[in-house]
C-alpha cells in the first residue's frame, strides 16, 4: 500500500513529509472489516470540504466580480460537489490508492462516486495540514483550475443548451415564469424562474427579461453540473 500510496503522490505531484495524513486520507471506515482502532479519513473529509470550499469561493469571487450571491453559489455547488470532487479523484486514480474492507471492495467501492468524493476532500484536508494553504492551492489550482476556467466562457445561448440537456435527458421542457420586476424604471431588474421537472427551480437576474431567462438557465445547468 505504501508503493500505491507514492505513486499517487508522484501523479497528485505533491510528496508528504508528514505520510500520516496520506495514510489516514487514504482510509475507507471498513478497512480491518470492523477492527477497533481505525482511523478512517471522516475527521479529515470534514475539513477538506470546508478547505475546498473557500478556495472555491475565493476564487469565483474573484473571477465573476459582478455576479451575485445568487448567480454564485449554482457555481460553487457545481464545483465542490461529490460528483466534481469524484471526477478529480478518478483523473488522479484515487480509488486504487484507497484502503478499504473486502466487502466493500468486492462491492466496487474503490469506484463509487460517494467514496471517490469523500476521499478527495480528506485528501485536499491532509494537504493543507501537511503544505499548508500554498500546497492546497498548488493542488487546487492544478485539478480545478481547469474547471474554473471552463466557466468564463458564456454560453452563446444557454437558453438552447438547457433545452437540449433537458431533451437529452428525458426531462421537462423548460418553463420560465417572471417572478420579480424591481429596480428604477431606467436601470430594471428582471428576476426570471425556470423550471425543469423534476428538478428544483434555478432562479436568474438581468436588465431584461431575456437576459434574466438566460442567467436562470445558465443557473440551473451549472447547478446540475453542466458547464456550458
Not at 5 to 22: N, T, V
Not at 144 to 158: D, M, Q, S, T
Not at 194 to 214: F, H, N, W
Amino acid at each position: 500500500m505504501a508503493d500505491a500510496q507514492s505513486e499517487l503522490e508522484a501523479r497528485i505531484g505533491y510528496a508528504f513529509r508528514d505520510k500520516s495524513l496520506i495514510d489516514r486520507a487514504l482510509t475507507h471506515a471498513s478497512y480491518g472489516d470492523g477492527r477497533k482502532g481505525v482511523r478512517s479519513y471522516e475527521r479529515l473529509e470534514f475539513l477538506g470540504d470546508r478547505v475546498l470550499g473557500l478556495m472555491t469561493a475565493e476564487a469565483l469571487f474573484r473571477l465573476f466580480d459582478k455576479a451575485s450571491e445568487g448567480a454564485l453559489a449554482p457555481r460553487l455547488n457545481a464545483l465542490v460537489n461529490k460528483n466534481a470532487c469524484a471526477d478529480v479523484a478518478r483523473s488522479i486514480e484515487l480509488g486504487e490508492a484507497l484502503k478499504m474492507g473486502r466487502s466493500e471492495e468486492r462491492g466496487g467501492g474503490r469506484n463509487k462516486t460517494s467514496i471517490l468524493g469523500d476521499a478527495c476532500e480528506a485528501l485536499i484536508a491532509a494537504i493543507y495540514l501537511d503544505g499548508g494553504r500554498p500546497a492546497a492551492q498548488a493542488f487546487y489550482d492544478r485539478f480545478w483550475g481547469p474547471r474554473i476556467e471552463a466557466l468564463k466562457a458564456k454560453p452563446e445561448n444557454p437558453k438552447s443548451a438547457l433545452q437540449e440537456w433537458a431533451a437529452r435527458t428525458g426531462r421537462g421542457v423548460p418553463r420560465y415564469q417572471l417572478t420579480e420586476r424591481s429596480g428604477p424604471d431606467h436601470r430594471p431588474v428582471f428576476t426570471v424562474e425556470v423550471t425543469v421537472s423534476p428538478l428544483d427551480p434555478a432562479i436568474g437576474e438581468g436588465g431584461s427579461k431575456q437576459a434574466a431567462e438566460r442567467a436562470a438557465a445558465t443557473a440551473l445547468l451549472e447547478r446540475e453540473g453542466q458547464h456550458v
